[in-house]
C-alpha cells in the first residue's frame, strides 16, 4: 500500500508539470512572420555641425581721425551703404580744399603757355623765332599740362579720403556690438573692426564627413545602388533640443581637400532663416539624404541575429513550413530596420517573433507579424 501510495502521488506532480509548462511535447510552435517586398528607400546620414553666416563683414576705417558718432544701433539690421561712424572730416575737407585749389592754380598757368607755343610755331614760319624757342615753349605747356594731371589725382585722393569719414556698412545684415565710442581715436586698417556685419538669412551649416564613408557613398551612386532625386541631395536639420527645423536645406559643395588631422571632409549646406532662428556657432545636427535605393529590402532589427562567425542571420518559414536559417548582408540602419543587399529574395518569410521556439529544421506555423501600437503616456489627474 505505502508503495502504490507515492506512485500515485509522483504521477500527479507529473500531470500537474506538464499542465504548467504549455503545450505538451509535439505541439507545433506558432512564429511571426515579415514577408519581404522591396520598397523605395530613402537613405540618410547624421552628422554634427555649426551655424555659420552667409556673409560677414568686419567694418574697419579707412582713414584715421577721431569717431564723432555712432550712427546705428548696436543688433540692429542695416543696409549696404548706411552710414554707421562719422570720423571728425576737418583735417580732409581742408586737404580737399587745398587740392582743389591747386588744381585752379594748374589751369590757370597753362593757358599763357598754350598761347605762348602757339604763337611761337606761327613766328616760325617767318624765322622771328628759332626752333629752340619753339622747342622750349612746346615742353613748358606739356609739363603745365601734367601739372593739371597730377592736381586732378590729388583732388580725388582728397576727395576719396573725405568721402571715407564716413564709414559705410559694405554689406546689408545684422549688426553686431560697437567697439568703439564716441571720441575714440581710429586708424586706417586697424587690426580691431569697429563692428561685424552677418547675414543671416540664409545661413550656412558647415558639416565633416569621414572620408571612408564618403568613398563609400561615391561608389555606391557610380554603380547605380543608389540615386539622387531631383539632382540635388536635401538636408533636414535638427536643433541642439532635438527639434526639426521647419526649413529643408540643400548641399552646396564639398571640400576638395581632407583634413589630415581628423580624415574627414567638410560639407556646406545652405538653410533659409526668415525668422532668425538660427544663429552663428549654434550646434547642429543635419540629417543629409545620400540617395534613393529604388528596390530596398528592409528587415526589422528583431529578426537579425548574429552566428558564432560574427555573421549577420535570419530564420525563414520555408515552403514545408519548416525554420531554415539563412546567412544574410546587412549595409545599414533604417531607422529599426537593417537594410539587406544580400541573402534574401522577394517572398521570403522572415521569422521576427518566436525566435525562441524556432529550431532550425522543426515545424512551425507561420502568422503574418503586427506591430504592437504605441501606448500612449498615462494622462494626469484632472484639475
Not at 590729388?154 to 576719396?160: G, Q, Y
Amino acid at each position: 500500500m505505502r508503495y502504490l501510495y507515492l506512485t500515485i502521488i509522483l504521477l500527479a506532480s507529473c500531470g500537474r508539470k506538464n499542465a504548467a509548462g504549455g503545450p505538451p511535447p509535439g505541439g507545433v510552435p506558432e512564429v511571426s512572420v515579415v514577408t519581404v517586398q522591396t520598397q523605395r528607400v530613402a537613405l540618410t546620414t547624421e552628422l554634427s555641425g555649426r551655424v555659420a553666416a552667409s556673409l560677414t563683414a568686419e567694418v574697419r576705417p579707412q582713414v584715421g581721425g577721431i569717431i564723432q558718432n555712432r550712427l546705428f544701433t548696436e543688433g540692429s539690421d542695416v543696409k549696404a551703404g548706411e552710414v554707421l561712424y562719422q570720423i571728425d572730416p576737418a583735417s580732409y575737407q581742408a586737404a580737399n580744399d587745398g587740392a582743389k585749389a591747386a588744381l585752379a592754380k594748374a589751369e590757370a598757368s597753362v593757358a599763357p603757355l598754350r598761347l605762348k607755343a602757339d604763337r611761337y610755331k606761327e613766328l616760325l614760319a617767318s624765322e622771328a623765332v628759332s626752333q629752340q624757342d619753339v622747342d622750349d615753349a612746346t615742353a613748358a605747356q606739356k609739363l603745365a599740362e601734367a601739372e593739371i594731371a597730377l592736381a586732378k589725382a590729388a583732388l580725388e585722393t582728397a576727395r576719396i579720403n573725405l568721402a571715407y569719414t564716413e564709414v559705410k556698412a559694405p554689406i546689408s545684415g545684422r549688426i553686431g556690438r560697437s567697439a568703439v565710442t564716441n571720441g575714440a581715436l581710429v586708424t586706417a586698417l586697424q587690426p580691431t573692426p569697429l563692428a561685424t556685419i552677418q547675414q543671416l538669412d540664409p545661413v550656412y551649416v558647415d558639416v565633416t564627413q569621414s572620408s571612408t564613408e564618403m568613398l563609400r557613398l561615391r561608389k555606391a551612386l557610380e554603380s547605380g545602388q543608389f540615386s539622387i532625386q531631383d539632382g540635388q541631395a536635401k538636408v533636414l536639420l535638427l536643433l541642439d533640443d532635438g527639434t526639426e527645423y521647419a526649413l529643408p536645406g540643400s548641399l552646396k559643395f564639398t571640400e576638395a581637400f581632407v583634413d589630415p588631422g581628423t580624415g574627414s571632409v567638410t560639407l556646406r549646406t545652405l538653410f533659409p532663416n526668415p525668422k532668425l532662428m538660427l544663429l552663428p556657432g549654434m550646434f547642429v545636427r543635419s540629417v543629409l539624404e545620400e540617395g534613393v535605393k529604388d528596390q530596398g529590402i528592409l528587415v526589422p532589427q528583431r529578426g537579425v541575429t548574429r552566428n558564432p562567425a560574427g555573421h549577420a542571420m535570419v530564420l525563414l518559414v520555408g515552403a514545408d513550413h519548416k525554420v531554415e536559417p539563412r546567412v544574410i548582408r546587412t549595409d545599414r540602419t533604417v531607422g529599426d530596420h537593417w537594410l539587406v543587399s544580400d541573402g534574401l529574395q522577394v517572398g521570403d518569410r522572415v521569422i521576427v517573433e518566436g525566435l525562441q521556439r524556432a529550431r532550425p529544421g522543426t515545424p512551425v506555423i507561420a502568422v503574418p507579424f503586427v506591430a504592437s501600437p504605441e501606448i500612449p503616456p498615462a494622462a494626469g489627474p484632472k484639475k
